[in-house]
């Protein structure tokens, strides 16, 4: 069966990327979010307003959709899981359960023997001023932190009293590690050992969020060798359909450590729209509906800036260069720290 229609849920810029790259492919998008001012609305053929717990609603998206997909890891287990009950989500539902708690996924990565940072759980003010191994450290929510929210830096055992952290959340404790670099592997996989892969994209993260991304990376062969076959490792024993990134951490000594997995498409992969001939987002769409799959040619260098914030007013009535492309998110309101749109430049 040939796929017409492509449901995707949550509306953001990642839906709206999704939507543009399957109308190109002559795929019909819905998309259901419990913004109802979200941007993607402009962007798909058809938008639902309503809660991810809403059956009724729920109900009504599968009668308009023949595969799923969704934007961000942060959607209930339930909701993708009654999704996929009726009609199917990818990337699966049982791979977002693991990936959207930071314990879950870490203690998943290392079974795969792939290094990540050092951590531990946390369940209380003691433990935590117990885990002097690990500071300074990183204090983050097990689930719905993204963009660096839900993150406490702890330099020191007396920054634990100063803060005000809430301990009826979970959290992890993760070692600061002394970075010398960021990088990302994006890979799309559509089987079986079969995949996609981009070329590693380092990464400038500014307060947690990023900033700017670029390829190639000025990282050693053997490093970006090795980002590409773990995510290639953690792709295949994940059993993943569709895009997903890896994001590394180098550390000053040249180790190599996963920091997370986004099972979906990611902000520093924008940039191949422009660099690439398929895009991550067409991959994606290609992957998750069967479509056929094309060999990944780069076709430039190139450097990604995020628009965070007022950056994006500036670039509203700019006029271009050549080799400079203009992504403007729509969102309505203006918010600092906000991801509101990005450039890229293809450079050669
Ligand atoms: P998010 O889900 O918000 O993207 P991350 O865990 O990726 O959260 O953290 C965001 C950024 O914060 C990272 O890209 C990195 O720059 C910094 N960071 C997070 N954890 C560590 C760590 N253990 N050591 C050093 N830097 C870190
Ligand atoms: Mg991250």
């Given at each position: 069966?040939?796929?017409?229609?492509?449901?995707?849920?949550?509306?953001?810029?990642?839906?709206?990327?999704i939507a543009t790259?399957?109308?190109?492919?002559?795929?019909?998008?819905?998309?259901?979010?419990?913004?109802?001012?979200a941007?993607g609305?402009?962007?798909?053929d058809?938008?639902?307003?309503?809660?991810?717990?809403?059956?009724?609603?729920l109900?009504?998206f599968?009668?308009?959709?023949?595969?799923i997909?969704?934007?961000?890891e942060?959607?209930?287990?339930e909701?993708?899981?009654?999704?996929?009950?009726?009609?199917?989500?990818n990337?699966?539902?049982?791979?977002?359960?693991?990936?959207?708690n930071?314990?879950?996924?870490?203690?998943?990565?290392n079974?795969?023997?792939?290094?990540t940072?050092?951590y531990?759980?946390?369940?209380?003010?003691?433990?935590l001023?117990?885990?002097?191994?690990?500071?300074?450290?990183?204090?983050?929510?097990?689930?719905?932190?993204y963009?660096?929210?839900?993150?406490?830096?702890i330099?020191?055992?007396?920054?634990?009293?100063?803060?005000?952290?809430?301990?009826?959340?979970?959290y992890?404790?993760?070692?600061?590690v002394?970075?010398?670099?960021?990088?990302?592997?994006?890979i799309t996989?559509?089987?079986?050992q079969q995949?996609?892969?981009?070329?590693?994209?380092?990464?400038?993260?500014?307060?947690?969020i990023?900033?700017?991304?670029?390829?190639?990376a000025?990282?050693?062969?053997?490093?970006?060798?090795?980002a590409?076959d773990?995510?290639?490792?953690?792709a295949?024993?994940?059993?993943?359909?569709?895009?997903?990134?890896v994001e590394?951490?180098?550390d000053?000594?040249?180790?190599l450590?996963v920091?997370?997995?986004?099972?979906r498409?990611?902000?520093?992969?924008?940039?191949?729209?422009?660099?690439?001939?398929?895009?991550q987002?067409e991959?994606?769409?290609?992957?998750?509906?069967n479509?056929?799959?094309i060999?990944?040619?780069k076709l430039?260098?190139a450097?990604?800036?995020?628009?965070?914030?007022?950056?994006?007013?500036?670039?509203r009535?700019?006029?271009?260069n050549?080799?400079?492309?203009?992504?403007?998110?729509?969102?309505?309101?203006i918010?600092?720290k906000r991801?509101?749109g990005?450039l890229t430049i293809l450079?050669?």
């Amino acid at each position: 069966m040939s796929i017409i229609s492509l449901g995707i849920v949550g509306g953001g810029q990642l839906g709206s990327l999704i939507a543009t790259a399957a109308k190109k492919l002559r795929i019909k998008t819905v998309i259901l979010c419990d913004d109802k001012n979200a941007p993607g609305k402009i962007f798909c053929d058809e938008f639902i307003y309503g809660g991810y717990e809403d059956k009724a609603i729920l109900n009504l998206f599968l009668e308009k959709v023949d595969v799923i997909t969704y934007e961000f890891e942060n959607i209930p287990f339930e909701t993708l899981n009654y999704l996929n009950n009726n009609k199917k989500v990818n990337p699966s539902p049982k791979i977002n359960r693991i990936v959207q708690n930071r314990m879950y996924e870490k203690d998943f990565i290392n079974k795969c023997n792939i290094r990540t940072t050092i951590y531990d759980q946390i369940k209380d003010k003691e433990q935590l001023k117990y885990s002097s191994n690990l500071i300074p450290g990183i204090l983050k929510t097990c689930t719905m932190g993204y963009d660096g929210r839900g993150q406490h830096k702890i330099n020191s055992v007396e920054d634990i009293d100063r803060l005000n952290i809430d301990f009826k959340i979970d959290y992890i404790l993760e070692k600061m590690v002394n970075l010398k670099k960021e990088v990302s592997v994006i890979i799309t996989r559509y089987g079986h050992q079969q995949y996609e892969i981009y070329e590693p994209i380092e990464n400038l993260h500014e307060d947690q969020i990023l900033k700017n991304s670029k390829i190639p990376a000025d990282i050693s062969e053997d490093l970006s060798q090795k980002a590409i076959d773990w995510a290639g490792t953690i792709a295949e024993e994940l059993g993943y359909i569709g895009t997903m990134c890896v994001e590394y951490f180098i550390d000053q000594n040249d180790n190599l450590y996963v920091n997370e997995i986004a099972p979906r498409v990611h902000n520093s992969g924008h940039l191949t729209i422009n660099a690439y001939n398929v895009s991550q987002f067409e991959n994606h769409v290609r992957s998750i509906c069967n479509l056929e799959r094309i060999k990944l040619k780069k076709l430039s260098n190139a450097k990604m800036i995020n628009l965070i914030g007022n950056d994006i007013k500036i670039y509203r009535n700019k006029k271009l260069n050549d080799g400079e492309f203009f992504y403007d998110y729509m969102k309505q309101e203006i918010k600092e720290k906000r991801k509101m749109g990005h450039l890229t430049i293809l450079v050669n």
